[in-house]
Nanobody, 122 residues
């Protein structure tokens, strides 16, 4: 059974940084999404199976960095210059094993973590 476990969320002030981690039970192309209360789930960032390519939502480009450690089957989301509008539950997601490309569409991901709360105060 595939498992994805996020960690690293918390309460921070605007301008602070956080690093989220997603430990997977295998190696997959991965993405980070977020969902604020009453809003749809939005794409944040994605990384290919190899880690050679990354993709970002315009709202986080230049502030967030997705990376992976394939030896640990772990994907990270480094979040800098956090803003109150970044407040959301952050979820990591994994694609089916034979899909090695990244995607910004949540429907392309089969496996999901339980989410970690990120709250940014002004």
């Amino acid at each position: 059974q595939v498992q994805l476990v996020e960690s690293g969320g918390g309460l921070v002030q605007a301008g602070d940084s956080l690093r989220l981690s997603c430990a997977a039970s295998g190696r997959y192309a991965m993405g980070w999404f977020r969902q604020a209360p009453g809003k749809e789930r939005d794409f944040v960032a994605a990384i290919t199976w190899s880690g050679g390519s990354t993709y970002y939502a315009d709202s986080v480009k230049g502030r967030f960095t997705i990376s992976r450690d394939n030896a640990k089957n772990t994907v990270y989301l480094q979040m800098n210059s956090l803003k109150p509008e970044d407040t959301a539950v952050y979820l990591c997601a994994g694609r089916l094993a034979n899909y090695r490309g990244a995607s910004c569409y949540d429907t392309d991901y089969l496996y999901w973590g339980q989410g970690t709360q990120v709250t940014v105060s002004s």
